[in-house]
């Protein structure tokens, strides 16, 4: 069973404007959670991680946010940027799990000018 | 610093074969985890290797195996390959805490006939 839920498989966004992409997870074991960005015929690249002693984690245009009671995580990206235009994969990792990440199935994000 | 390379890059098969994937981590990582991808499933979490041990492992069939060598780099193997096994095979590697940065290599992308 999906225990990390992306519910919104394509997300089309003005640039310049705010993305929102979000995440749900099932697990409470969860503790660990990142963001990735995917273009096509390249592996998953490293954006931005939280851990769940914190709720917000920001990094130059991107912010996460962590809702622990609602089990829900979100990216921010402000602004937008055409060159932002790629799939967006949340994971989380269980305590004590080393690096077994559990990924969603993505959000493919639009940037249009 | 040279990125995390996968050879090969595309591999065709045919039901009953087995096939060996190969993964060379960056340089001083010791972590490898491997993640298949397909589109009805996305990511999952296959196993990780930690200085020569698997450190976690995902739900799949004992058909899905691998190794880490003294050098850090990984191979993983499928037996008796069936035709859902058709995906894309991704290597990441990290220094091996779950702080630090997990990058991933472009995939092999192997299809089963």
């Known amino acids: 069973d999906q225990q990390v839920k992306q519910n919104s498989p394509s997300l089309s966004v003005q640039e310049g404007r705010i993305s929102i992409l979000n995440c749900d997870y099932t697990n409470s074991m969860f503790d660990y959670f990142l963001w990735y960005k995917k273009y096509p015929a390249e592996g998953p690249t490293f954006l931005i991680s939280i851990s769940s002693i914190k709720d917000k984690n920001e990094d130059g245009r991107f912010t996460v946010f962590l809702n622990k009671s609602a089990k829900h995580l979100s990216l921010h990206i402000v602004p937008s940027q055409p060159g932002d235009s790629a799939v967006y994969f949340c994971?989380?990792?269980?305590?004590?799990?080393?690096?077994?990440?559990?990924f969603g199935k993505g959000t493919s994000l639009l940037v249009t000018p | 610093k040279a990125g995390v390379t996968q050879t090969p890059r595309y591999l065709i098969k045919t039901r009953g074969q087995q096939v060996t994937l190969s993964c060379s981590p960056i340089?001083?990582?010791?972590?490898v985890s491997w993640y298949q991808q397909t589109p009805g499933q996305g990511l999952q979490f296959l196993f990780e290797?930690?200085?020569?041990?698997?450190?976690n492992k995902g739900n799949f069939p004992g058909r899905f195996s691998g190794r880490q060598f003294s050098n850090s780099r990984s191979e993983m193997n499928v037996s008796t390959l069936e035709l859902g096994d058709s995906a894309l095979y991704l290597c990441?590697?990290?220094?091996?805490?779950?702080?630090?940065?997990?990058?991933f290599g472009p995939g092999t992308r192997l299809t089963v006939l």
């Open positions: 340089s001083g990582h010791r972590s």
């Open positions: 994971a989380a990792s269980p305590r004590n799990s080393g690096y077994a990440l559990n």
């Open positions: 990441a590697s990290s220094l091996g805490s779950r702080g630090n940065e997990q990058f």
């Open positions: 290797y930690f200085s020569e041990t698997q450190r």
